[in-house]
């Protein structure tokens, strides 16, 4: 039977804060990976967050190199173990990645094998990775992220999540194309269907972008899995528009 090695995907969670543990207990039962931790707000409307049960918009980003092969058996373990299928507990998206370094890569696909039947499932899979959603990431200077993030959710958006940024300006990009980057900058990171995609980063550019005070840059990412986008948040927000 033909082997080979699995690759790697990135894994990005977007959870409450008193789950970043659990997430990573989650993910190293089943295999091992490499998790990276950053603190972040959420940035939904105020009654929103209460009409969901949040009590705080604070939430971390989890970063985690998993292997492709468990990818499924990853997703469903934490959808469970963290309770996504309620709304409001957190989001969780794939990422294919092009290239990774071997050492890393080799560590957490050890001793993994693939036989002939999971190849065929992960490249049925692949061909249906145009998914329906996509993640958009802005950057852009701190002082603008109020009128971004309302321009974003007039758009479309039902929410995002703020990091909060330095840029590190290199090989004077900022005088070739023009632009005084800022030094204090967030990033927004936002979940949205394909079909609102271009409409929600047109208006972001507009309200933040490379020809406006806030500097900042726009792009989007397809996912390739998602867990954790509840229809009860697109029924209230529906509700909440009427």
């Keep these: ?13 977007i959870i409450q804060p008193k789950d970043a543990q659990l997430l990573a207990e989650t993910i190293n039962d089943i295999s091992r990976s ?17 009409y969901l049960g949040l009590g705080s918009p604070e ?6 190199i998993i ?17 996504m299928y309620m709304v409001g507990r957190g ?18 696909n050890k001793d993994i094998q ?26 852009f200077g701190e002082d603008v992220s109020d009128k971004v993030i309302e321009a974003a959710r007039n758009a479309g958006a039902s929410g995002g999540t703020i990091i909060h940024s330095r ?28 079909n609102r995609r271009n409409e929600i ?11 406006t005070s806030g500097a900042g840059i726009v792009f989007s990412v397809p996912v390739s899995a998602i867990a954790g986008v509840g229809v009860s948040m697109e029924e209230f927000e529906s509700e909440e528009l009427s």
């Design 59 to 64: 939430k971390t980003v989890v970063f985690s």
């Design 67 to 83: 292997p492709e092969v468990l990818e499924k058996k990853i997703m469903s373990k934490i959808s469970s173990e963290l309770k």
């Design 34 to 50: 490499l998790s990276i931790a950053v603190a972040a707000e959420g940035t939904a409307r105020s009654n929103l967050i209460d």
């Design 167 to 194: 840029t590190l300006e290199g090989m004077g990009i900022g005088q070739a194309v023009g632009v005084s980057f800022r030094q204090a900058t967030e990033i927004l990171l936002i979940i949205t269907k394909k």
């Design 91 to 108: 989001i969780a998206f794939l990422i294919p990645l092009t290239s990774i370094s071997k050492l890393l890569a080799d560590g957490i």
């Design 201 to 211: 980063m047109k208006a972001v550019r507009e309200a933040g972008g490379l020809k």
């Design 114 to 139: 693939i036989g002939r039947e999971v190849k065929k499932e992960m490249n049925e899979t692949a061909k249906k990775e145009d998914s329906a959603y996509e993640l958009i990431i802005a950057n």
């Design 1 to 13: 039977m033909p082997r080979r090695k699995s690759r790697t995907k990135l894994l990005v969670s």
